[in-house]
């Protein structure tokens, strides 16, 4: 019964490769996030969707690219990885609309670049 | 613009005594705000949230927040501290006007010690 789900929880791979995170909700939402945490713990946002559509695209490089098939998922796709890109990243999801705007977050993908 | 700054990086607390993070916030609109712990290796949690209506909000695990709009603080306070408690905590806003888009504090980690 895990609302917001991410896979892999971690992801280690060599500078250059490309490589893919998922997400999936089961809340019913219509708007998904994608977050970057650095090693400094500092979170901030890369991504939002709603319904499907781009909402949010904060200054991230375009080797980021984001893909909704539906509005329960939202996968981050990252080309030619680079060291900088190690960090932990995590999916959230809310319902647009509701006063209180309360983002659930999964737990997040590990990912290390070497 | 919206921003939030959390006073302290880390916070030390004895067992049993009060527990308090401080959270200042800028916003040119209404702010929902939010505080969201994060144990180690895991996602965010919602503590509590504040939209409208009543200033001081209850959360979970004891914790509590008022909103100061003066002072434009959510301060966050917890009268006794438990063990478990150790984790790190961050503050949030965002606004209707920001289309949802939540803006971290850099996160405040609280040791507590037995």
């Known amino acids: 019964d895990t609302a917001v789900s991410q896979t892999p929880k971690y992801l280690v791979t060599q500078m250059g490769n490309d490589k893919s995170i998922k997400c999936e909700q089961n809340l019913g939402h219509d708007t998904m996030y994608w977050y970057k945490q650095d090693s400094k713990k500092f979170l901030k946002i890369m991504f939002s969707y709603n319904n499907k559509e781009l909402i949010i695209n904060e200054t991230v490089p375009n080797r980021f690219s984001p893909k909704s098939p539906d509005k329960a998922h939202l996968n981050l796709h990252i080309n030619s990885l680079e060291l900088g890109d190690s960090a932990v990243y995590f999916c959230a999801s809310s319902q647009e609309g509701l006063p209180n705007n309360e983002q659930f977050f999964g737990p997040g993908t590990r990912l290390t670049v070497l | 613009a919206q921003s939030v700054t959390q006073l302290g990086s880390h916070v030390s607390v004895s067992e049993g005594a009060l527990v308090l993070l401080r959270c200042n916030y800028s916003?040119?609109?209404?702010?929902?705000l939010f505080w969201y712990v994060q144990y180690p290796n895991q996602g965010l949690q919602l503590l509590l949230k504040?939209?409208?209506?009543?200033?001081l909000v209850k959360g979970i695990n004891g914790f509590e927040a008022e909103f100061k709009k003066s002072e434009t603080s959510f301060h966050l306070t917890k009268p006794s501290a438990h063990m478990s408690d150790a984790a790190e905590y961050f503050c949030?806003?965002?606004?209707?006007?920001?289309?949802?888009?939540?803006?971290f504090g850099g996160g405040t980690r609280v040791l507590v010690k037995p």
């Open positions: 504040y939209t409208t209506g009543a200033t």
């Open positions: 949030a806003v965002t606004s209707k006007a920001a289309g949802n888009k939540l803006t």
């Open positions: 916003s040119s609109v209404p702010p929902y």
